[in-house]
């Protein structure tokens, strides 16, 4: 069975403070795929990053880093020096090769960024 | 390119009705999806196309058929609207890379759904 546990509901921040999302993903496949996705209050959903399991290293980009470890099943995504844009549901997200790109999602988490 | 567009943006439908959301994308995925989002669960995939005429269930299929007679096009349908399908639905297409990888969803804007 395949699952993503995205266990942090709401998270709610001070402006210029780092958080990180936790993403914890069950799966038994050996080839798999993980993303991460914001969805801003407008509603859209907007794509942030693709992780090949056979690829550990860890992304940063601007003030975006993602912690990818197998041997603990996660992938967190860490948000530096947050700011208000940032304010949003994040959903992680998991699907394996072969699978016709059928994606599992987590229950995603809810950030606030504060003024 | 316009990528994925779904129709109508909302719709508010009666118990008992039926209707169809309509999704495009102009990429030439091979690959597109229906999910629902409900509070507090993510998204749950109802359906998905592997292709021009294949078409498969995903977690939550109930109540729901789809088609998909082009590459273009994957319309869902309700076929007799319960309140239970009140929700946001959103479309997605995607395709494997040149080195067989999946590639990220690309998704369309939404249709909020309300059944009354």
């Known amino acids: 069975a395949q699952k993503v546990t995205q266990a942090q509901t709401e998270i709610s921040v001070v402006e210029k403070e780092d958080v990180t999302l936790d993403c914890v993903y069950e799966?038994?496949?050996?080839?798999?795929?993980l993303f991460w996705y914001k969805q801003p209050p407008s509603g859209e959903l907007v794509f942030l990053i693709r992780r090949n399991s056979f690829d550990e290293q860890n992304e940063i980009s601007g003030r975006y880093s993602w912690n990818f470890q197998k041997s603990t099943s996660s992938f967190n995504f860490t948000i530096t020096a947050s700011q208000v844009v940032d304010s949003a549901v994040y959903f992680c997200?998991?699907?394996?090769?072969?699978?016709?790109?059928?994606?599992?999602f987590g229950a995603g988490t809810r950030l606030a960024v504060h003024p | 390119n316009a990528g994925v567009t779904q129709t109508p943006k909302f719709q508010v439908l009666k118990t008992g009705q039926s209707m169809t959301l309509q999704c495009a994308q102009d990429?030439?995925?091979?690959?597109m999806s229906w999910y629902r989002q409900d509070p507090g669960m993510g998204l749950r995939l109802i359906h998905y196309?592997?292709?021009?005429?294949?078409?498969d269930q995903g977690e939550v299929p109930n109540g729901y058929n789809v088609s998909r007679s082009t590459t273009e096009d994957f319309p869902l349908r309700l076929l007799s609207a319960a309140p239970s399908q009140t929700s946001v639905y959103f479309c997605?297409?995607?395709?494997?890379?040149?080195?067989?990888?999946?590639?990220?969803?690309?998704f369309g804007q939404g249709t909020r759904l309300t059944v009354v």
């Open positions: 196309s592997v292709g021009a005429g294949i078409t």
């Open positions: 997200a998991l699907t394996f090769s072969g699978g016709y790109n059928k994606l599992i």
């Open positions: 997605a297409s995607s395709y494997l890379d040149r080195q067989g990888m999946n590639t990220e969803a690309f």
């Open positions: 990429m030439n995925h091979e690959y």
């Open positions: 799966t038994r496949d050996t080839t798999y795929y």
